[in-house]
């Protein structure tokens, strides 16, 4: 079984920078796509970011492309989302994902094995 800790997040100013941490265990970390998806209050969860199994891969959200990268370290069995430019619009809380199927060909689908996330908040 999957279990994914979340870390990175906190408060910064509109225009700063955030980068989160996602350390995974239980299961072939080098294998899986991993995701980031964030729920901002009163809203649904909604997708970030992805990225393949090696890495050659990524997928962004319109919302954060051009201003959110996502990468990997296999190595390290740790995922992250690096966050520039940020706006207020970003304040959320943000949580990784995984996908088994890792090639990310098709629609990331996460597994229903989430952290506990981490919180952004960006002030204006």
Same mark, same amino acid.
């Given at each position: 079984?999957?279990?994914?800790?979340?870390?990175?997040?906190?408060?910064?100013?509109?225009?700063?920078? *955030?980068?989160?941490?996602?350390?995974?265990?239980?299961?072939?970390?080098?294998?899986?796509?991993?995701?980031?998806?964030?729920?901002?209050?009163?809203?649904?969860?909604?997708?970030?970011?992805?990225?393949?199994?090696?890495?050659?891969?990524?997928?962004?959200?319109?919302?954060?492309?051009?201003?959110?990268?996502?990468?990997?370290?296999?190595?390290?069995?740790?995922?992250?989302?690096?966050?520039?430019? *940020?706006?207020?619009?970003?304040?959320?809380?943000?949580?990784?994902?995984?996908?088994?199927?890792?090639?990310? *060909?098709?629609?990331?689908?996460?597994?229903?094995?989430?952290?506990?996330?981490? *919180?952004?908040?960006?002030?204006?």
């Amino acid at each position: 079984q999957v279990q994914l800790v979340e870390s990175g997040g906190g408060l910064v100013q509109a225009g700063g920078s *955030l980068k989160l941490s996602c350390a995974a265990s239980g299961g072939t970390f080098s294998s899986y796509a991993m995701g980031w998806f964030r729920q901002a209050p009163g809203k649904e969860r909604e997708f970030v970011a992805a990225i393949s199994w090696s890495g050659a891969r990524t997928r962004t959200a319109d919302s954060v492309k051009g201003r959110f990268t996502i990468s990997r370290d296999n190595a390290k069995n740790t995922v992250y989302l690096q966050m520039n430019s *940020l706006k207020p619009e970003d304040t959320a809380v943000y949580y990784c994902a995984v996908d088994p199927r890792g090639g990310l *060909l098709g629609p990331f689908v996460a597994l229903d094995a989430w952290g506990q996330g981490t *919180l952004v908040t960006v002030s204006s």
